[in-house]
Structure formats: C-alpha cells, structure tokens
C-alpha cells in the first residue's frame, strides 16, 4: 500500500477501508489478490490491528474480500462490478448534481461541453 494521510474528521478504519476501495478500482488490487496481512498494514501505518480488522471485516461485510482460513483476506471475483456499480451511483446521486448545477450556473450548453470533451481526445 501506498502512504496514507489519515484526515481527522473520518474514523481511521473508515478511511483505511477506502483507500482499499480505491486501490481495487484503480486496478491495483484485482479479484484473486491477497491484501496485506493485519499485522503488516498495522505495523506499517502504526495503527492497532483491531483497526485495520474493522476495515476488512467491513470489505468482507460487504463481500469485497473473503476470508481463507489460514491464508488470508482476498479480494472476491465480483468485487470490480459491485464497487463500479455503487461508484457509478453514488456518483449519479452525489457528484452529477452538483456537477449539472455549475453547468446551468455557468450557461453551458451540451454543444459547449461536447467541444470541449472532443479537444481533449
């Protein structure tokens, strides 16, 4: 993993199990990987394990990563989809609003955003 800036107004565990969240729609962590050991990602970010298990055990709530007796936490074959799916709609019920309301504000047209887009490819 990556070095982590821990933000004061989110629980650690939360924040730990988006920066895995990210890793695996970033293509870092593909359905099959192992995460890193409780004790590793603790020692590394100086966090207590107990910590670092709330967060996987969310993922695994959630079925993001299932647990293999004895070897570990893995990410779940369905993992990419489930995450796209709720990223997409979470997008669409948060962000696009937001998006849409500069949009109007600024009097843009579909045609101005579309040049846009089209100079950018």
Known sequence: MSPIQWNDGAPIYRQLKEKVIAMMLEGELKPGDALPSV?????????NPITVSRAYQELADEALV?????LGMYVTEEASK?????????????EWP?????IHRLGLSAEDLL????GKR
Do not use: M
């Open 82 to 94: 489930k995450l796209l799916a709720t990223e997409r709609q979470r997008f669409l019920n948060e």
């Open 39 to 47: 004790r590793q990602v603790a020692a590394e970010y100086q966090l």
């Open 98 to 102: 937001q998006v849409l309301e500069r």
């Open 66 to 70: 299932e647990k293999r007796r004895g």
């Open 115 to 118: 040049k846009a887009e089209g």
